[in-house]
């Protein structure tokens, strides 16, 4: 698909444990249009389904091994550790890896840099946006 950039990696399916695809936009929410154009290239584990936790039908990955719904919550976080944005510190100036709280924080945009010079420093989320 030559207008999305993904990130591709496999994953451990929470429901078979086993390994399956999965994809993320590079910029963006899968449960958004981009979500809907992966599932119609029909090259991607994107589909239609339904979260209970949100109580509504998103688009997501599933297992290719049993078609669980691979949260998008979890496999967000996962594409943040393939490819972190970069951040100017707030305190040194340069540019670091942005990594979302993995505790409560996470789910108000909160995260950190590791600044080389001054250590973990909390900066709100880079990407603006919170379509989960």
């Known amino acids: ?3 999305v950039d993904v990130l591709e990696w496999d994953t451990e399916c929470w429901k078979c444990e086993r390994e399956t695809p999965v994809v993320w936009p590079e910029e963006g929410h899968l449960n958004s249009d981009v979500g809907e154009k992966l599932a119609e290239a029909g090259e991607y584990p994107v589909q239609k389904v339904y979260s209970k936790t949100q109580g509504r039908e998103v688009w997501g990955n599933i297992c290719e091994h049993c078609d669980a719904y691979q949260g998008n919550h979890y ?3 996962e594409a943040l550790e393939q490819n972190p944005p970069l951040v100017e510190c707030n305190v040194c100036g340069e540019m670091h890896e942005w990594y979302p709280d ?3 924080g996470g789910a108000f945009g909160q995260g950190w840099i590791d600044c080389p010079e001054y250590g973990a420093v909390p900066v ?6 919170d379509d989960g």
């Open 102 to 104: 993995s505790g409560m």
């Open 124 to 129: 709100g989320d880079p990407r603006g946006e």
């Open 1 to 3: 698909m030559s207008d």
């Open 75 to 77: 496999i967000e976080q």
